[in-house]
């Protein structure tokens, strides 16, 4: 289990480190977006964060397999765990599918502003 969260946490930081604008600095790069190279750049960034949402969403998936597999599930706690997992599966999907509609919104600004 550890192990599953470490690779998560390498992996979501090489994801952000090999983006050309990091976290913090996408309100910034949002607000002075003005060439196409500025919106290609915003929407590798979301496509990253669409990409970093469906591989939790991944884990949770199998976290989740594992959970529902696991003998005592008429415990609370587990039902618990199972809920919980199920929820953090939707939250990111849509996180997601949210992240990859900004990218496609970026790519057409990109377009547009040829």
Sequence with gaps: MKSIIYLT????????A??????RDMTAAVK?????????????????E???????ADLHKKLL?????ASGLNSREA?????HCDWLIR???????RNASMAASHHRLAAQTN
């Design 65 to 69: 397999a594992q959970y529902i597999a």
């Design 91 to 97: 939250i990111y999907q849509q996180a997601a599918e």
């Design 79 to 83: 039902h618990n765990l199972i809920d």
């Design 32 to 48: 002075s977006a003005r060439t196409p190279a500025d919106h290609q750049a915003l929407a590798r960034a979301y496509q990253d």
């Design 18 to 23: 090999s983006c050309a604008i990091s976290p």
């Design 9 to 16: 946490l390498f992996i979501g930081c090489a994801v952000f």
């Design 50 to 56: 669409s990409k970093e949402m469906e591989m939790k």
